[in-house]
């Protein structure tokens, strides 16, 4: 997983596609393929680093929080918060 530029602070894995999700300490969210190990997506919103991540059950939606003292639901079909 070559691409952030901090260390990667969490990895989780989508309930039904082959995606995996980066949350790292450069402030970025990115979504990989796991299957190919390709970058699909960077996700950018948080001005800290990134604690946690968590897909929701049906797979559309992804939460995030950050030292920014936010939590972030983004929507992985228009890839916004």
Known sequence: MQGHRGKITKLVIHPFYSIVASASEDATIRLWDYETGEQERTLKSHTGIVNNLAFNP????????????????????????
């Open 58 to 81: 049906n797979g559309k939606q992804l939460a995030s929080c950050s030292t920014d003292l936010s939590i972030k639901l983004w929507n992985l079909e228009t890839f916004t918060v």
